[in-house]
């Protein structure tokens, strides 16, 4: 079944108007699905031809109704930052669950187990002997024998153990467990993703991948292979397929392409496969001043988590203008060239520069598809307790 938000905002009665794409409300956050119906095709083909699966994560857009287009496009499931996530992906009936993230407090141990409680394919991390004991108690709650991987450190300063001897320790520990499965491992870095220079990434990614291949080869050895390797990502994805230590890959932002993946040559021969699908639709509130003109999509509706890099404006405005948050509710567009302007009323679309951190600031995706709205989908998993 579809989900349904109680009430899907003022943009509602606009539903299947032909043309109502251009009449929508501001601010409002706009999906094409014909963009990310050719995106989450694109690069399930590319999964497929180069023999690794695909867990997203559920992180980048928290969406059940997107999950579910990435599975029966051939994903095997999504992973999630927080239990939130990962509750609301399984209450949607999304197969292959993974927490990427150690699971260590008692409220959210207990949520762990009321989840494996009623499937059977959930996947937790762990990087410490401490908490493959919580994980065992959680487990003997539930009922249901847990699935369980080693989280390894590759360079992101993150969560993960940095020592390969005590990561073979931790997965013998796991795999001698009652009540616990040792599944495989995960080595993920975010770190040069986006970097926009192909080559340099390509060998900043083996860089930093080389402890993980060196890992996976001593777990074999010792008896221990690992069914799963996880990691990986939209940046990487041609890369880590010419490495081949994954067996799946932790694509995400893909479905989106916002300002920060966007200047990044994703393959060699085809740089930029993905086509931008995720806008901010704001419109012009004031232009009583020369040069510039005042938005209503500030902080609160596009994100500025890094800093220097701005919103890009994608349409709507004259060649060369420049985006900025200059207000909680207010952007600004300045003018490249004297004597340019736009009247009030004017829409633009804006690309946020990180879209996980702009999708958060709405309740609802306005789902277009050419000029017109078809739905509105609810972002499923706000909650980040």
């Known amino acids: 079944m579809q989900p349904r938000?109680?009430?899907?905002?003022?943009?509602?009665?606009?539903?299947?108007?032909?043309?109502?794409?251009?009449?929508?409300?501001?601010?409002?956050?706009?999906?094409?699905?014909?963009?990310?119906?050719?995106?989450?095709?694109?690069?399930?083909?590319?999964?497929?031809?180069?023999?690794?699966?695909?867990?997203?994560?559920a992180k980048i857009h928290k969406s059940v109704e997107i999950a579910r287009l990435q599975i029966a496009a051939g994903a095997i499931g999504q992973c999630c930052a927080?239990?939130?996530?990962?509750?609301?992906?399984v209450k949607g009936g999304i197969p292959g669950v993974m927490l990427f993230s150690p699971v260590v407090a008692e409220p959210k141990l207990d949520r762990l187990?009321?989840?494996?409680?009623?499937?059977?394919?959930?996947?937790?991390v762990t990087d410490s002997l401490e908490n493959i004991a919580q994980l065992k108690a959680a487990a003997k709650r539930s009922g249901r024998v847990l699935k369980v991987m080693i989280d390894f450190e590759v360079g992101g300063g993150r969560t993960g153990v940095v020592d390969e001897s005590q990561a073979v320790a931790l997965a013998l520990r796991v795999e001698q467990t009652e009540g616990l499965q040792y599944v495989g491992v995960q080595g993920y870095v975010g770190n040069h993703q986006?970097?926009?220079?192909y080559d340099e990434r390509r060998i900043a990614s083996h860089n930093y991948l080389a402890p993980l291949v060196h890992l996976v080869e001593r777990l074999s050895a010792e008896g221990l292979k690992p069914p799963i390797v996880s990691g990986g990502g939209t940046g990487t994805h041609e890369i880590d397929a010419d490495l081949a230590v994954f067996t799946e890959i932790q694509t995400g932002t893909y479905i989106f392409m916002d300002a920060y993946y966007r200047r990044a040559v994703l393959r060699r021969n085809d740089p930029h496969p993905f086509q931008p699908s995720l806008f901010v639709r704001t419109s012009v509130i004031s232009a009583a001043q020369p040069g510039f003109v005042i938005t209503d999509a500030g902080g609160k509706e596009v994100d500025g988590t890094f800093g220097v890099l701005a919103p890009e404006i994608y349409d709507g405005a004259p060649p060369d203008a420049l985006y900025?948050?200059?207000?909680?509710?207010?952007?600004?567009?300045?003018?490249?060239?004297?004597?340019?302007?736009?009247?009030?009323?004017?829409?633009?679309?804006?690309?946020?520069?990180?879209?996980?951190?702009t999708l958060i600031l709405h309740p609802a995706y306005h789902c277009v598809r050419g000029d017109d709205l078809v739905d509105i989908w609810?972002?499923?998993?706000l909650e980040n307790w």
Not at 84 to 89: C, G, K, L, N, S
Not at 113 to 124: C, P
């Open 5 to 57: 938000l109680a009430s899907r905002g003022p943009n509602e009665y606009l539903i299947g108007v032909p043309g109502s794409r251009h009449k929508l409300g501001t601010p409002a956050l706009i999906l094409d699905l014909d963009r990310l119906d050719a995106n989450i095709a694109s690069m399930a083909a590319f999964a497929k031809a180069h023999g690794y699966a695909l867990r997203p994560p």
């Open 82 to 89: 927080t239990i939130a996530e990962a509750e609301a992906m």
């Open 113 to 124: 187990s009321a989840m494996n409680a009623t499937v059977d394919d959930l996947i937790v």
């Open 194 to 197: 986006a970097i926009a220079n």
């Open 324 to 357: 900025s948050i200059v207000g909680d509710d207010m952007g600004r567009v300045d003018f490249a060239m004297e004597g340019q302007q736009l009247p009030v009323g004017a829409v633009l679309n804006v690309l946020p520069p990180h879209c996980y951190q």
């Open 378 to 381: 609810p972002i499923d998993a």
